[in-house]
């Protein structure tokens, strides 16, 4: 359990860093790229809590 942890742990970081690098960006384009990776990261990180929790209750 502890790998999937690891990789939500990442998987939330690497959000937090896309949309920092979002929030700066001055061509809306970067800007516009940074937002969906943001996003596709935070499902990745939705899902590794889905996998984690039912493991956590059992």
């Known amino acids: 359990m502890t790998e999937l942890q690891d ?5 939330e970081t690497l959000t937090a860093e896309c949309e920092l690098i979002a929030k700066l960006a001055t061509d809306s384009a970067k800007r516009e790229f940074y ?3 943001a996003e596709r990261y935070y499902e990745l990180a939705a899902d590794a809590r889905r996998a984690i929790s039912p493991k956590a209750a059992a």
Do not use: D, P, Q
Not at 7 to 11: A, K, M, S, T, V
């Open 7 to 11: 990789r939500l742990e990442r998987f």
């Open 35 to 37: 937002l969906k990776l």
